[in-house]
């Protein structure tokens, strides 16, 4: 048995909080992350100042802070759609206590999730108060790839897509390594956004012409970095944004072996998942590409951060769906 309620507020909330992904990389690549210099209003307001008298008030209250309507919007609008999300997850929270006397009532994941997302509402009031600081600005980034793989580990645990989990085989030692790889990645990847290193090459596949840069390793990955500066375009070295970025390359090869190995796997053995891995794969690496050739433009880096949460989600579904059979109704 399965609870449906529960089933159909997960099932909307994997598309929301993919959503609430996407339109938070989308604030960070536009520059808007600081679009409302204060949390949880826009500088004093609950909504963004547009009033002569309020924009007056506003640069006031934050005379470093000009108000700029677009950057304000898409922060404000960010807030609002995440804040409507922890509403979501906290009315499955509840349901899942009322009905936690059923054996497969899923309370502790549940939990799990409410936790993790109050975890990363702190984190995005820390990203504004602390000016964009990396450490946290990344962090905050793996914050919703773990919110919207809780959401969708719930969907699948209420018997979403129970067909194709059906005919997953068990998780292999392989399928364990792509799901590591692919989450250091997307850490590797939130720091180059938070660090404002993805145009540190200008070309691909060498850097700057050559395979061989000038890198600054020490620099580039401190994670010991002062807290206190505005971290708005990143304040490290060229030679330190080189290396985060060049890193990230290499880890981009490593992915590509790892998962495409798993991907070979699963097609041998007619799992209709490893053509689906497949598909997330080659459109993640070639958004990635894309991203220097094009010079960073803004939606296809968007594209490129949402396509990872959807690669996620297909090694979360290989790796852990297979122990929900019995479930499944």
């Keep these: 048995m399965v609870n449906t309620q529960i089933k159909k507020l997960a099932g909307f909330g994997v598309l929301f909080a993919l959503m609430v ?8 690549l536009a520059d808007a992350g600081l679009g409302c210099p204060d949390w949880p209003g826009c500088y004093g307001f609950l909504t963004v100042p547009d009033q002569v008298e309020e924009v007056e008030l506003a640069e006031t209250r934050y005379p470093g802070a000009p108000v700029e309507f677009v950057k304000a919007w898409w922060e404000m609008g960010h807030r609002y759609i995440a804040g409507a999300l922890l509403v979501l997850v906290f009315s499955m929270l509840v349901m899942a206590y009322r009905g936690r006397e059923r054996e497969d009532t899923p309370l502790a994941l549940a939990s799990v999730l409410m936790v993790t997302i109050l975890c990363q509402a702190a984190f995005g009031a820390w990203t504004v108060t602390l000016k964009l600081w990396p450490q946290v600005v990344t962090a ?11 959401i969708w580990l719930l969907y699948l645990r209420q018997g979403g897509l129970s067909q194709i989990v059906a005919a997953l085989p068990p998780p292999t030692l392989l399928a364990r390594v792509a ?19 993805a145009l540190a090459c200008f070309d691909f596949p ?13 620099q580039g990955f401190n994670i010991f970095q002062s ?18 970025h060049w890193v990230h390359r290499i880890g981009a090869i490593i992915v590509l072996f790892v998962v495409g190995g798993l991907i070979l796997q699963l097609v041998r053995q007619a799992v209709i998942v490893g053509y689906v891995l497949l ?4 459109a993640q690496i070639t958004l990635g590409i894309l991203n220097v050739v094009w010079v960073l433009p803004l939606l296809n880096a968007t594209a490129h951060n949402t396509v990872g949460a959807l690669l996620l ?4 579904t290989i790796n852990f769906a297979p122990r929900l059979r019995t479930v499944q109704s």
């Design 313 to 316: 989600l297909v090694l979360v």
């Design 227 to 244: 807290v206190g500066p505005n971290y708005l375009g990143g304040i490290m070295t060229s030679e330190a944004r080189t290396a985060i």
């Design 140 to 150: 905050h980034l793996l914050g919703g790839f773990a919110t919207l793989s809780l």
């Design 179 to 197: 799901f590591a790889v692919v989450v250091l990645q997307i850490m590797l990847g939130g720091w180059v956004s938070s660090n404002y290193a």
């Design 21 to 28: 992904v996407s339109v938070g990389a989308y604030t960070r």
């Design 279 to 282: 598909a997330a794969l080659v």
């Design 206 to 218: 060498s850097c700057d012409g050559t395979y061989s840069p000038s890198m600054d390793f020490q």
